[in-house]
């Protein structure tokens, strides 16, 4: 469907990368990966032919629908969410208006068989188009818009009046329903929770198309992708397998590569040393000149090595033994509006704790609570003498001093290093060269949040808390950052979406959901396997007979049918509260659902009496 030939990109004097030939077949599931800046999004924009490249062509094959998700700077309309994501379908008011110019011009008089026949199979695909499609498109929306975190309450909402990631989420949605033979996913899992994430892999793994991702998430690359291309020192690189499989190959490649410089140094050395010694006689000049064209003719091997492996470690204050904070019996409200309840944690020094969940459940309330942030609402809490908390929090970047540089707000916190190592810290986190001396007045959202976590993680503590601070980083910084917090002593408690980083990191897990704090003694692939990672309803209530008043009795017939398309609806509003996770809501539509079940049952008895009745009677 799309074809690379020959491409280069520059921007300006940069040159982002040449010589670039890839293709995506029709069912191809791509992999695009490198660092922060490597030209990663420009790949998908020359696919959409938003931008051109400096060389060479994209080709697309006529006829390919293509879907783009970009990071940010989505712009909808004046409608509504249900009707953003319905608009999805408008393609097929275009099928429906052709089936009835087909039906009119079939009824008109005279027509031969020969155009009759054509009419006839051209109703026919566009009727079987309509019919897989067309019906049921309002439901299909609905359940896509609740697998991605909107609540029945957000459908009739206006979206311009929605964050920038409220809006990306619903371009997401939108672009799933339409069904396009290419998608283009810039980071599509910046805004979801960990229950959409595993939905979209769900959703994608069944996917009729292709589709080509950046992502930062491991786990969604290893679970879906099955070609990776790789941007490396100004080259696209494709290999087939997920990224484990990729990392793997790129390990033996870079291997193999770096032996081959080392001995091609050896060489340049040898002759080197052959040159400097002989060519000033005149019996071996010439021997010595000859050894010259060959060096200055030899293709130079680069080491794929451009430096040693950077680890950091964060400074630690004095080792807590034995417990490091408990809580028991902690619960928290907002007014009358109650988040959760009957928490009870108690996590000793050195420990890691994780914690997951859906968006708006209460993580970041718990979060606060050990921080000692925020007062609980009922139980207690305890800490340690001893306890010295850093703390990450979402708005962190806010407390920033935006006359400070970059390199001036770490330097406030970090005890014990230098300028260097600070500016090699902040390398890691996408602070390179002149960027140190940036402003902090002037650094985007994502910067500001980067500087904040750095901030965060040079105080020295030995308790860490971490509200998903991996959210701007790209895959490389997460592999640095997960090996600095597991080099780290002391205890650690984080709230993550990012399933990778809670099965390498944490010693126990915690689910905040549905009002409750459920801990398990594993990572996360630990609490998934475990029966008690879904939480359950309450028993159901015994169900009553409805009551009927006497004279006021409808026609039984009417009424079952009625009472149906009542329990379907409620069905339907049901399966709708269980995929956003809303517990109390569902519990009461499952009991509307016996409800109506146990009517439908007395109708149909009610039904048979009167029919009994009638026979007697006549």
Known sequence: MITFS???????TQELYRDVNLMIGPRDRVGLVGPN????????????????????????????????????????????VLEEALSAFGYLEKVHVQMLEAEQQMGEPGLDERRLKVLLDRYARLQHQYEANGYGCEARAKKVLVRLGFGQEDFGKPV????????????????LLQEPDLLLLDEPTNYLDIRSIEWLQGYLAGFGGAFVMIAHDRYLLDGLVKKVWAIENHKVLASNGNYSEYLRAKEVRDEQQQKKYEEQQALVKRTQTFIARFKG????????????????????IESPRTGAKIRIRF??????????????GVGKRFGSEPIFSGANLAVSGGEKLGLFGPNGAGKTTLLRIIANRLRPSQGSTWWSRKTQTAYYEQG??????????????????????????????LGIFLFSGDAVEKRVSVLSGGERSRLAIIKVLLTPSNLLILDEPVNHLDIQSREVLFEAIAMYQRTVVFAAHDRFMLDKLADKTVRVEAGAVVLFPGNYSYACARPEHEPEPRASRAV???????????????TIARTRKRLEQVRQEYEMAKDRFDLNRARELAQQQRELEAEIQWL????????ADSQEQS
């Open 604 to 611: 149909k008895v009610e039904q048979i009496k009167e029919s």
């Open 281 to 300: 006689r005149k019996d071996t000049a010439k021997r010595a000149m000859s050894r010259q064209k060959m060096l200055d003719k030899l293709e130079r």
């Open 37 to 80: 800046g490597s030209g990663k999004t420009t790949i998908l924009r020359m696919i959409t032919a938003e931008v051109e490249p400096t060389e060479g062509r994209v080709q697309t094959r006529k006829g390919t629908r293509i879907a783009y998700l970009p990071q940010a700077g989505v712009t909808l309309g004046d409608a509504t």
């Open 315 to 328: 400074p630690e204050a004095d080792r807590v033994f034995g417990r490091a904070f408990e809580l028991s």
């Open 396 to 425: 962190a970047e806010e407390e920033l001093d935006p006359d400070l540089t970059v390199l001036e707000t770490v330097s406030r916190v970090a005890v014990g290093y230098t300028d260097n190592e600070l500016k090699g810290i």
């Open 160 to 175: 311009k009046e929605q964050s920038g990631g409220f809006q990306v989420r619903l371009c997401l949605a939108r672009m």
């Open 6 to 12: 020959n491409v280069a990109m520059e921007f300006g």
């Open 544 to 558: 009553k007979p409805p009551q009927v008043k006497p004279g006021n009795k409808p026609r039984p017939r009417n």
